[in-house]
């Protein structure tokens, strides 16, 4: 089999096809660990944590995208990425994602069904996981 | 033999109805190219999702230790029904098709001893089934996705059926919707969802992957416990999109048939209108010249 020397890398959300190009290198945050894939990569699936999916054209860092968890499919030429949630890292806004932490804190305390509770409780975790990117890839 | 002014009354509030008819078909045909276009724009989701079950499910089948999810409760009791139809009327017989094909399959389930329970989503649906099953309705959501249909929405339709799953309040899930096939074409459609049916696996990924296996991280298992509650909802999610555009093709063509239908009738008014007053004209000369004879 013919080596392929890029990676058809797509990141798919249930509402619709968010990335789909052929990239030298993308690195994914599996439930695991981080995970590097370059072409010709074993196949693997794996979850994939709330974090932050680092693409590369050549050696630089050509796209930086937040991820809320999901999964990832990875062939030898391709790397599928099913996200519930993504978005560039420089579009997430740290004042609004610190004010729907403190909103979802604040609705964890005053829920009243544990249907509730639960929502409330994902939205914080998910705010969490977007403040922990943040801050460790700080915008410059 | 109605006067002249009733003619012209109803001839006007005819008139009026076209219009609004008339406009009820834009606005769906409008509606319809988003659902359209939000239908097309979920596949690949799905598709991807598909992709990775296949792969998943071909080594799984033969594991002892399925997730209930896949294996399913090893009963076939109880049977939910989620019915899933629009909240508003005017579409002709859309809703009307699915309840109807849901009825079939209540009906089935009961004639063969099972317990159904009926779970609907859209306004449409629980009327219809309220009034003949109203001991098996369990719980009715309408209001879904009255703007645009989010996935959340649908997720939260899943996690409340998984909660009832987990809580053994049914063994097997079908949903019935209106499945789009073109603007003036829907199917109405029997899936099942609860155990989750694996896609045939084999040429599933379409890839050559050299004779290699997927490795899996963490775990098969673990793959599969968050993959198949996700898959549940987007089957959901690619349902209710599906039904949203149905439903507008639907209304498009009852609004076309509604405004043609007025068209026709205005025409035919018009014509009795016309002789009526013909005839009125000559009764009216008849007389003055008969009167005039007479002197």
Redesign the interface.
């Known amino acids: 089999?013919a080596r392929p020397d890029k990676v058809a890398f797509?990141l798919?959300?249930?509402?619709?096809?968010l990335v789909s190009e052929a990239v030298d290198m993308v690195v994914v945050p599996?439930?695991?660990g981080d995970?590097g894939v370059l072409p010709g990569h074993?196949?693997?699936?794996?979850?994939v944590r709330p974090g932050v999916i680092d693409v590369y054209q050549g050696r630089e860092v050509r796209q930086r995208i937040f991820v809320a968890g999901g999964?990832a499919?990875v062939?030898?030429?391709?790397c599928?990425v099913?996200a519930e949630e993504a978005m560039p890292l420089s579009e997430i806004d740290r004042g609004a994602v610190e004010t729907s932490l403190r909103d979802a804190q604040s609705d964890f305390q005053d829920a009243k069904s544990d249907g509730e509770r639960a929502h409330a409780e994902r939205r914080a975790g998910l705010a969490q996981a977007k403040l922990d990117a943040l801050k460790r890839n700080p915008v410059h | 033999m109605p006067s002249l002014k009733d003619l012209r009354n109803r001839i006007a509030s005819v008139r009026a109805t076209r219009k609004i008819t008339a406009a009820m078909k834009m606005v769906a045909g409008a509606k319809l190219r988003r659902a359209q276009d939000?239908a097309e724009?979920?596949r690949?989701?799905a598709e991807?999702?598909e992709?990775?079950l296949a792969?998943?499910g071909a080594s799984q089948q033969t594991l002892a230790g399925a997730p209930r999810l896949l294996a399913g409760t090893g009963a076939d009791k109880v049977h939910l029904v989620v019915v899933l139809t629009a909240d508003r009327g005017l579409c002709g017989a859309f809703n009307s098709n699915i309840v109807r094909q849901a009825r079939r399959l209540i009906q089935d389930l009961v004639n063969q001893g099972k317990t159904v329970k009926i779970f609907t989503v859209g306004r449409r649906a629980r009327d219809q089934l309220r009034r003949t099953h109203r001991d098996r309705l369990i719980e009715s959501l309408e209001n879904v996705g009255r703007r645009q249909l989010?996935?959340s929405d649908?997720d939260g339709i899943g996690r409340r059926l998984l909660a009832m799953f987990e809580a053994g309040e049914f063994d097997v899930a079908t949903m019935v919707y209106a499945r789009f096939r073109s603007a003036i074409s829907n199917v109405v459609t029997t899936q099942q969802l609860i155990p989750v049916p694996l896609p045939a696996a084999g040429a599933a990924?379409g890839?050559?992957?050299?004779g290699?296996?997927?490795?899996?991280?963490?775990s098969e298992e673990?793959?599969l416990l968050?993959?198949l509650p996700?898959n549940i909802?987007?089957q959901l999610?690619r349902a209710l999109l599906e039904n949203a555009a149905s439903e507008q093709g639907a209304r498009m063509v009852a609004m076309d048939n509604a405004t043609r239908n007025a068209g026709d009738m205005i025409n035919r008014l018009t014509l009795t209108y016309n002789r009526a007053r013909q005839a009125m004209i000559t009764k009216e000369l008849i007389e003055i010249i008969s009167g005039a004879e007479a002197i």
């Open positions: 089999m797509e798919v959300s249930p509402e619709r096809l599996g439930t695991d995970f074993s196949p693997l699936l794996s979850t999964f499919e062939t030898p030429g391709r599928t099913l | 939000q724009a979920a690949p989701y991807r999702m992709r990775m792969s998943l989010a996935f649908a990924t890839d050559d992957l050299g290699a296996v997927y490795e899996y991280e963490p673990a793959i968050e993959l996700r909802s987007v999610y």
